[in-house]
Nanobody
């Protein structure tokens, strides 16, 4: 079974930091572009960040630029999202995604093929 499994969510105070991880199982995603998306209650899912298969190119939503950092470890087939200076409006379910035929830049406007189940991040004020 092909899976992307997120971890690292939880409750954090505003101004704090948290790191999310997304590990692959069932197949290798090390050559895929990967990204993070989030969905807040009552809102549509939105793009957060993406990274090319080599890790050489990264893209961010304006709302997280300068606060979040996406990275990957292809040897572990894992993608990370380091979140700093968290705000209550960052509260959402965070999903990782992967796609072999899509560039990282395109993840901001297209829907990737593979998705994780999501992990809740709650930022208290």
């Amino acid at each position: 079974q092909v899976q992307l499994v997120e971890s690292g969510g939880g409750l954090v105070q505003a101004g704090g930091s948290q790191r999310l991880s997304c590990a692959a199982s069932g197949r290798t995603f090390s050559s895929y572009a990967k990204g993070w998306f989030r969905q807040a209650p009552g809102k549509e899912r939105e793009f957060v960040a993406a990274i090319s298969w080599s890790g050489g190119r990264t893209y961010y939503a304006d709302s997280v630029k300068g606060r979040f950092t996406i990275s990957r470890d292809n040897a572990r087939d894992t993608v990370y999202l380091q979140m700093n200076s968290l705000k209550p409006e960052d509260t959402a379910v965070y999903y990782c995604a992967a796609d072999a035929g899509m560039t990282a830049q395109a993840m901001g406007v297209r829907i990737p093929d593979y998705w994780g189940q999501g992990t809740q991040v709650t930022v208290s004020s």
